[in-house]
């Protein structure tokens, strides 16, 4: 698929050269067609060749493009119909052209045909002496090979390609540098042509005069236009490096997104939001060098680079995969958020089956126990009671489960064969992968854009199967507890069976009635809740039946003996008295402390409260909630003792007596971890607070900086306070570092709290703020250190660029200009003069020429710091420099607005101040201009000397030391 789409960008790449082409031949058609008349039919049958050899050109490429289409065709590529259609276009159009050409130039110069041939008898009478010279004399068939060399070289100058990707750039960078020393080196040969001129005399030195002016010329232009062919095939390859390093950093983040498999198993979700988060930190400080390399693209846009097509492409392909990476960023986002769900989904319906089928194997063995003594009956049940209290939490988890299950996508669905069209729901713009939309068209586009909707039947079929699952156990609870209930009272019965007359006559009478009313309670309770027709419920109701009786039996013995019957009375009397004491005493206290408790489970799963404020009113609420359990303190005592009074304790008076004390201390312990929480919290919140003071100071002080000045006082200035910042940050460390110790802290405490649930959306929210403000710190963090050296770098950068233009530069310029002022006109010379003048215009050129390099060490070539280290230069670093400072504060700015939306309240009004940047570029156009007008006006004066003295009869023109102009790399203001 990749290299189908790289050969479908080569086609488009070469179509659109090829309309430029065929726009270009048709211009000329009608430019040549208005003065073809005039022009002698040499000179137009010269140019309708030309444009025949461009046209027959053409049609090879056309004919290449068309098999790259079939190609494409073949490979079934997406696009095939549309490229193959432009294609069509493109031939249709050359078809026209030929057919124009041939109408509008060919026609009329062969209806030409008498007066081209009297015009060429003409011709060939002046031509004959000259093709006789060059037939026959050696100086004039060596003059004529070298103006055919040049006029070779100018050809294919005219014609050179420049490549449109690295490796084919490289090459002929490569190449030409070989070919460029060899042009350069041609000179000798012109040097050569103009020493042989004094051999003729007469019009034969006419006509060599003639032919070494016209390759004098040709030279000079092949010259200057081999040195801008090498300067543009430079400057090419290194917007094509930066443009292709850029593209292969971004195809290899899409390459992550793309091939990630979201419905891996073993997907971990902790490690891909750290990813995310960093790969948004990455595309941040990316944009940065992007917009550098894109301004570098269109800065030679501008500067009509001919490469233009080349550069137009890579700017293209670079624009089109950052939007396609910030789509891809959108998809991540989204699939972590489903995938995320699916993952917590699935984790908590594992931890809910894995619990209910231990609470089933506890029902089924520790509570299916038939015969056990009565205290150990009471524990079980009271146990049975608590596994009731987490059954109705999981109750709640389970129910949540239900509910989350219709919104969980199916993500297994991904990797697996589909048997039928599946729907899908985009996530982004997005451009691979077959895909039918509701129209039936197919497109082609990546699986990371899209989301199989909810809902997930794997999901929901777990779900249901966890209810199912719970109502099971809930009925099993519930039998289970009956049948407990049943076995504690057979238990108690067992132990009533076992008493003899003196075991119950020495018991107290308030406890053998207790006895008797809780066995005759417990069982009433069993048989009216039941189903009557039980075997074990008629088996117990008959020995209640029994026990009753043998109460009635013991009793009516005791009554039997006269002697007994007075202490029996008296008994009585006392222990009812004191029995039913107790009793009222237990059941006051327990449903005071009941109620109490339920309040404090009440208040410890309440969400925590967001401020100091309401903390506040929640700490005054529990200080009231303690001076009321206090209140009941004298009653636990008066309890404790009065059971400690008592001759002889029964079970059940034990029991309660025990669960009073239990309750109580239970009571308390998780008073006092509330308070421990409380003050937790009170400590994170107020962490908080400040870490959010600390980080908000900060970021307003990075907000309120100025761009970069361009004056030393000023740069250091701002140096010292982001060295003085950078002291504030270090000092605040430890309120940032202490906040993930208190987090800590309350996530400890809120689990003592709250040990039966599974997720805490309070602590959770406290988690996602203290992340929030670790990562503003963060970037805070970095902001500092990023601006501190990029001011260090600009400081000492415009500290050597200061030096170089004030005390070096300028002082240059002012005296060159003075020399180049004081040059006399062309119209006051002799030729003498003339050529004395020529001695010194050539000496300041060759001077200009020599100070190049420290006019180009002052300058830059693109706006960074170039790979390769050419010309890589003080002015333009600095710019460099100043520029990213720049942009990272305005990226700064911008990424506040989100924190702060009031912030440009925030921001203090100053003064507006020159950007350092601009005035060095300002200083550097300023420079720049200078030395190109001196350069122009030392040539200009060169060649007006040359013309006036060739235009001298008889006068020898001696050969000079000529130094050919190179272009200057300079610095432009707009990269």
């Not at 006068?955 to 203001?973: A, D, G, M, Q, T």
Request: aromatic letters at 8%; a neutral charge.
């Amino acid at each position: 698929l990749e290299k189908l789409q790289k050969l479908a960008e080569k086609l488009h790449r070469e179509a659109k050269q090829c309309d430029k082409k065929l726009n270009d031949i048709d211009k000329r058609i009608a430019e040549e067609e208005k003065r073809v008349h005039r022009l002698h039919p040499t000179d137009a049958l010269y140019i309708c060749d030309q444009t025949e050899a461009e046209l027959k050109a053409l049609e090879k490429n056309i004919q290449t493009i068309f098999q790259d289409a079939e190609s494409l065709r073949h490979e079934g590529y997406h696009q095939t119909q549309e490229l193959y259609k432009r294609v069509q276009n493109i031939h249709q159009r050359w078809v026209n052209i030929r057919l124009s050409f041939t109408s509008r130039l060919l026609n009329p110069l062969s209806c030409r045909t008498f007066k081209t041939e009297e015009r060429q008898m003409t011709k060939q009478q002046y031509i004959e002496p000259e093709k006789h010279l060059v037939d026959t004399d050696d100086a004039f068939r060596f003059l004529q090979e070298c103006l055919d060399w040049v006029n070779g070289k100018l050809k294919f100058l005219y014609t050179a390609e420049y490549g449109n990707d690295l490796p084919n750039v490289k090459v002929l960078l490569e190449n030409y540098r070989t070919e460029h020393q060899i042009i350069d080196q041609f000179h000798k040969n012109i040097d050569q042509c103009g020493t042989r001129k004094n051999q003729f005399k007469g019009d034969e030195q006419d006509l060599y005069c003639r032919l070494f002016t016209k390759l004098e010329k040709s030279y000079s232009e092949l010259v200057v236009l081999s040195n801008k062919r090498l300067t543009n095939l430079e400057t090419l390859l290194d917007f094509v490096q930066s443009a292709t390093s850029e593209i292969a950093w971004m195809n290899r983040k899409e390459e992550i997104e793309v091939t990630r498999d979201w419905s891996s198993k073993t997907l971990n979700i902790v490690e891909l939001e750290q990813y995310q988060e960093t790969l948004t930190s990455d595309l941040e400080k990316r944009e940065i060098q992007f917009n550098i390399v894109t301004d570098k693209g269109q800065s030679l846009q501008l500067q009509k680079h001919p490469a233009v097509e080349c550069i137009e492409a890579y700017l293209a392909a670079m624009h089109s995969q950052w939007s396609w990476l910030l789509q891809l960023t959108i998809c991540l986002e989204e699939h972590l958020k489903n995938a995320s769900a699916y993952h917590q989904f699935f984790a908590e319906a594992k931890e809910c089956e894995q619990w209910l089928h231990h609470t089933e194997e506890r029902l089924n063995t520790v509570f299916s126990r038939k015969t056990f003594p009565v205290n150990e009956g009471e524990r079980l049940l009271k146990q049975m009671l608590e596994l009731r209290e987490d059954m109705m939490h999981y109750k709640n988890i389970v129910a949540s489960l239900t509910a989350q299950s219709k919104e969980i996508v199916p993500l297994k669905q991904r990797r697996q064969p589909l048997p039928r069209p599946v729907k899908v729901t985009a996530v982004c713009s997005y451009n691979q992968l077959n895909v039918i939309n509701s129209a039936g068209i197919e497109g082609m586009v990546p699986g990371v854009c899209f989301v199989i909707p909810p809902p997930n039947p794997e999901a929901i079929d777990l779900a249901q199967s966890q209810n199912k699952k719970f109502d099971s156990v809930l009925a099993l609870w519930s039998k289970k507890q009956n049948k407990m209930k049943q076995n504690m009272i057979f238990s108690t019965v067992r132990v009533i069976k076992s008493w003899d007359f003196t075991t119950f006559r020495s018991m107290e009478p308030a406890q053998r009635e207790s006895i008797q009313k809780a066995l005759n309670e417990d069982g009433q309770k069993l048989v009216d809740g039941e189903d009557t027709n039980d075997p074990d419920l008629k088996r117990l109701q008959e020995e209640i039946n029994h026990c009753n009786k043998l109460f009635q039996d013991f009793l009516k013995r005791m009554k039997g003996d006269e002697v007994f019957q007075l202490l029996y009375f008296s008994q009585l009397a006392a222990g009812r008295s004191l029995g039913s004491k107790f009793i009222d005493l237990v059941t006051t206290l327990q449903n005071s402390l009941n109620d109490k408790e339920k309040t404090l489970q009440r208040r410890l799963k309440e969400p925590f409260p967001h401020d100091l404020d309401t903390l506040d009113t929640h700490v005054m609420e529990h200080k009231e909630f303690e001076t009321a359990l206090k209140v009941l303190e004298p009653q636990v005592k008066e309890m404790k003792d009065q059971f400690q009074s008592m001759v002889k304790k029964s079970p059940v008076l034990q029991n309660h007596h025990d669960t009073v004390i239990e309750v109580w201390e239970r009571t308390w312990a998780t008073s006092h971890l509330y308070i421990e929480r409380l003050k937790s919290l009170e400590i994170i919140l107020s962490s908080l607070d400040e870490a959010t003071n600390v980080v908000t100071q900060v970021e307003i002080q990075l907000a309120n900086y100025d761009n970069l000045s361009a004056e030393r006082t000023k740069l250091s200035e701002t140096h010292d306070q982001l060295m003085k910042l950078q002291e504030e940050i270090q000092n605040g460390q430890t309120v940032i570092d202490k906040i993930s110790i208190d987090l800590t802290n309350i996530q400890r405490l809120t689990e003592c709290t709250r040990p039966k649930k599974v997720q805490n959306p309070d602590v959770k929210k406290l988690e996602v703020d203290v992340k929030k403000i670790i990562k503003r710190w963060n970037n805070v963090c970095s902001q500092v250190v990023e601006r501190l050296r990029s001011c260090e770098a600009a400081s000492e950068l415009l500290v050597a660029y200061r030096t170089k233009l004030d005390k070096d530069e300028q002082p240059w310029m002012t005296q060159m200009t003075t020399r180049v002022k004081k040059l006399k006109p062309i119209k006051s010379v002799t030729p003498q003069e003339a050529e004395k003048q020529i001695h010194d215009t050539l000496e300041l050129y060759n001077t200009l020429a020599q100070r190049k390099p420290s006019i180009e060490h002052t300058n830059i070539l693109g706006g960074r710091y170039i790979r390769e280290a050419k010309t890589n230069t003080l002015g333009g670093r600095y710019i460099q420099e100043a520029k990213i400072y720049d942009l990272r504060l305005k990226h700064y700015r911008d990424s506040l607005e989100e924190v702060h939306p009031s912030l440009d309240a925030s921001i203090s009004k100053k003064a507006k101040i020159v950007v350092g940047a601009n005035v060095i570029s300002q200083e550097l156009d300023i420079l720049n201009k200078q030395y190109t007008e001196l350069v122009d006006k030392i040539l200009q004066h060169l060649n007006d000397l040359r013309e006036f003295l060739s235009g001298q009869k008889d006068y020898k023109v001696r050969k000079f030391l000529f130094v050919p102009e190179v272009p200057l790399s300079l610095f432009n203001s707009q990269n």
